[in-house]
Each structure stands twice: as structure tokens, then as C-alpha cells.
């Protein structure tokens, strides 16, 4: 069982930055794959980044590849999404997951966080 806090969400304008943090309970942190999905108002969730065990390989949806950075320290059971250059589309809840197969199917993945807001103004 592992359970995941997201934290670091806020109010930022447009072109600005926000680190998350996804904060995970339990002794397995460094076995699993570490996804953040996204979900805006009256939008289905999709995938922004993921992480495997180890760090050493990340993946990005094409809307933030560029923009944003998925990290993880397995000493701290913690994974971190920094965001840059934030647009008013990034506006969503986020959420971190964690799973056993590198996906970008939020579907693939066992648990999830309660989610942070995240809001850009233009």
C-alpha cells in the first residue's frame, strides 16, 4: 500500500513557476514508476510526465515536453514536478500516481494522490 500527498499547487501569472511535490508513504517508493496526470475543468485527466524507478529515464506529454521536469529522490520517498514558462492552459488539478509499468494510461497505475490546484492567470 502506498499512500501520496501532493503539495506546492498555488495562484501563478502566466510565464511563471511552481515546483510540486508528491510526498509517499511506505517502503516500496523506489520500485515504482511515478506519474503526474492533470485534469481540467470539464476535461477527461491526461498524462503530463512519468518517471521510472530509478530516475534515470523520464517521458513527457508534447503539451509540457520542454516546459516541465519530473524528478524523484527515493531517499525523501518524494517525486517533483517543476514548472516553467506556465500557461493559462496548464490550469488543472494535478495529480502524482504510482504504478508498476511505465504508462502514459492513467489506468496502469494503482495509487493516487488527493491532488494540488494549480491555477495560471493570463
Known amino acids: 500500500q502506498v499512500q501520496l500527498v501532493e503539495s506546492g499547487g498555488g495562484l501563478v501569472p502566466a510565464g511563471g513557476s511552481l515546483r510540486l511535490s508528491c510526498a509517499a508513504s511506505?517502503?516500496?517508493?523506489?520500485?515504482?514508476?511515478m506519474g503526474w496526470f492533470r485534469q481540467a475543468p470539464g476535461k477527461v485527466r491526461e498524462f503530463a510526465a512519468n518517471?521510472?524507478?530509478?530516475?534515470?529515464?523520464?517521458y513527457y506529454a508534447d503539451s509540457v515536453k520542454g516546459r516541465f521536469t519530473i524528478s524523484r529522490d527515493n531517499a525523501k520517498n518524494t517525486v517533483y514536478l517543476q514548472m516553467n514558462s506556465l500557461k493559462p492552459e496548464d490550469t488543472a488539478v494535478y495529480y502524482c500516481?504510482?504504478?508498476?509499468?511505465?504508462?502514459?494510461?492513467?489506468?496502469?497505475?494503482?495509487?493516487w494522490g488527493q491532488g494540488t490546484q494549480v491555477t495560471v492567470s493570463s
Open positions: 500516481a504510482a504504478g508498476r509499468i511505465s504508462s502514459t494510461w492513467g489506468a496502469q497505475y494503482d495509487y
Open positions: 511506505g517502503r516500496t517508493f523506489s520500485t515504482y514508476v
Open positions: 518517471i521510472n524507478w530509478s530516475g534515470g529515464a523520464t
